[in-house]
Nanobody, 118 residues
Framework: QVQLVESGGGLVQAGGSLRLSCEVS????????MSWYRQAPGKQREVVAT???????NYADSVKGRFTISRDIPKNTVYLQMNSLKPDDTAVYYC????????????WGQGTQVTVSS
Protein backbone atom coordinates (compact mmCIF):
# COMPACT_ATOMS: atom_id res chain seq x y z
CA GLN A 1 0.00 0.00 0.00
CA VAL A 2 1.38 3.38 -1.00
CA GLN A 3 1.70 5.83 1.86
CA LEU A 4 2.95 9.39 2.15
CA VAL A 5 3.26 10.69 5.70
CA GLU A 6 4.15 14.32 6.32
CA SER A 7 5.59 15.72 9.52
CA GLY A 8 7.41 18.79 10.77
CA GLY A 9 4.70 21.42 10.62
CA GLY A 10 4.00 23.80 13.45
CA LEU A 11 3.86 27.39 14.62
CA VAL A 12 6.82 29.66 13.92
CA GLN A 13 7.45 33.38 13.98
CA ALA A 14 8.05 35.33 10.80
CA GLY A 15 11.67 35.00 9.74
CA GLY A 16 11.97 31.56 11.27
CA SER A 17 12.55 28.16 9.69
CA LEU A 18 10.89 24.77 9.53
CA ARG A 19 11.76 21.51 7.82
CA LEU A 20 8.95 19.35 6.56
CA SER A 21 9.46 15.65 5.96
CA CYS A 22 7.49 13.26 3.79
CA GLU A 23 8.19 9.61 4.40
CA VAL A 24 7.00 7.44 1.53
CA SER A 25 6.43 3.73 1.17
CA UNK A 26 6.03 1.67 -1.98
CA UNK A 27 7.10 4.55 -4.19
CA UNK A 28 10.37 4.61 -6.12
CA UNK A 29 11.88 8.05 -6.55
CA UNK A 30 13.46 6.79 -9.77
CA UNK A 31 10.07 6.79 -11.49
CA UNK A 32 8.14 9.42 -9.57
CA UNK A 33 8.30 13.16 -9.36
CA MET A 34 7.69 14.42 -5.84
CA SER A 35 6.15 17.75 -5.00
CA TRP A 36 5.10 19.83 -2.08
CA TYR A 37 1.78 21.64 -2.43
CA ARG A 38 0.09 24.01 -0.04
CA GLN A 39 -3.41 25.29 0.50
CA ALA A 40 -4.24 28.34 2.56
CA PRO A 41 -7.76 29.02 3.85
CA GLY A 42 -9.98 30.33 1.07
CA LYS A 43 -7.31 29.80 -1.58
CA GLN A 44 -6.64 27.21 -4.24
CA ARG A 45 -4.02 24.56 -3.71
CA GLU A 46 -0.73 25.55 -5.29
CA VAL A 47 2.49 23.76 -6.04
CA VAL A 48 5.43 24.98 -3.97
CA ALA A 49 8.35 22.84 -5.08
CA THR A 50 9.05 19.78 -7.21
CA UNK A 51 11.93 17.36 -7.46
CA UNK A 52 11.92 15.31 -10.64
CA UNK A 53 12.82 11.65 -10.85
CA UNK A 54 16.23 12.66 -12.21
CA UNK A 55 16.74 15.08 -9.33
CA UNK A 56 16.18 18.47 -10.92
CA UNK A 57 14.14 20.95 -8.88
CA ASN A 58 11.61 23.69 -9.53
CA TYR A 59 10.05 26.26 -7.24
CA ALA A 60 7.13 28.62 -7.19
CA ASP A 61 8.28 32.21 -7.61
CA SER A 62 6.93 33.07 -4.17
CA VAL A 63 9.36 30.69 -2.42
CA LYS A 64 12.47 30.83 -4.63
CA GLY A 65 15.56 31.50 -2.59
CA ARG A 66 13.79 30.63 0.67
CA PHE A 67 12.63 27.01 0.28
CA THR A 68 14.65 23.96 -0.73
CA ILE A 69 13.27 20.57 -1.74
CA SER A 70 15.47 17.52 -1.40
CA ARG A 71 15.23 13.77 -1.05
CA ASP A 72 17.04 11.03 0.82
CA ILE A 73 16.71 7.90 -1.27
CA PRO A 74 17.85 5.35 1.34
CA LYS A 75 15.42 6.86 3.84
CA ASN A 76 12.58 7.11 1.30
CA THR A 77 11.99 10.65 2.47
CA VAL A 78 11.44 13.99 0.77
CA TYR A 79 12.15 17.22 2.62
CA LEU A 80 11.12 20.83 2.32
CA GLN A 81 13.44 23.21 4.12
CA MET A 82 11.66 26.50 4.64
CA ASN A 83 13.64 29.57 5.67
CA SER A 84 12.74 33.23 6.10
CA LEU A 85 9.12 32.25 6.61
CA LYS A 86 6.40 34.84 6.10
CA PRO A 87 2.80 34.97 7.34
CA ASP A 88 1.73 34.37 3.72
CA ASP A 89 3.37 30.93 3.93
CA THR A 90 0.69 29.85 6.41
CA ALA A 91 -1.10 26.85 4.91
CA VAL A 92 -1.58 23.12 5.04
CA TYR A 93 1.35 21.57 3.21
CA TYR A 94 0.90 18.34 1.27
CA CYS A 95 3.39 15.91 -0.19
CA UNK A 96 2.42 14.36 -3.53
CA UNK A 97 3.83 11.82 -5.95
CA UNK A 98 3.41 11.67 -9.72
CA UNK A 99 4.42 8.65 -11.78
CA UNK A 100 6.70 9.72 -14.65
CA UNK A 101 4.26 8.21 -17.16
CA UNK A 102 1.37 10.31 -15.86
CA UNK A 103 0.49 13.98 -15.92
CA UNK A 104 -1.42 13.68 -12.68
CA UNK A 105 -0.36 13.43 -9.06
CA UNK A 106 -1.65 10.06 -8.03
CA UNK A 107 -0.65 9.85 -4.38
CA TRP A 108 -1.12 12.40 -1.62
CA GLY A 109 -0.27 12.69 2.04
CA GLN A 110 -2.66 13.85 4.74
CA GLY A 111 -1.07 17.28 5.10
CA THR A 112 0.72 19.15 7.85
CA GLN A 113 -0.20 22.59 9.14
CA VAL A 114 2.33 25.41 8.97
CA THR A 115 1.42 28.63 10.75
CA VAL A 116 3.66 31.69 10.57
CA SER A 117 2.90 34.47 13.04
CA SER A 118 3.78 38.10 12.39
Amino acid sequence: QVQLVESGGGLVQAGGSLRLSCEVSRIAFSNHAMSWYRQAPGKQREVVATIASAGSTNYADSVKGRFTISRDIPKNTVYLQMNSLKPDDTAVYYCAARPVYSGNYRYWGQGTQVTVSS
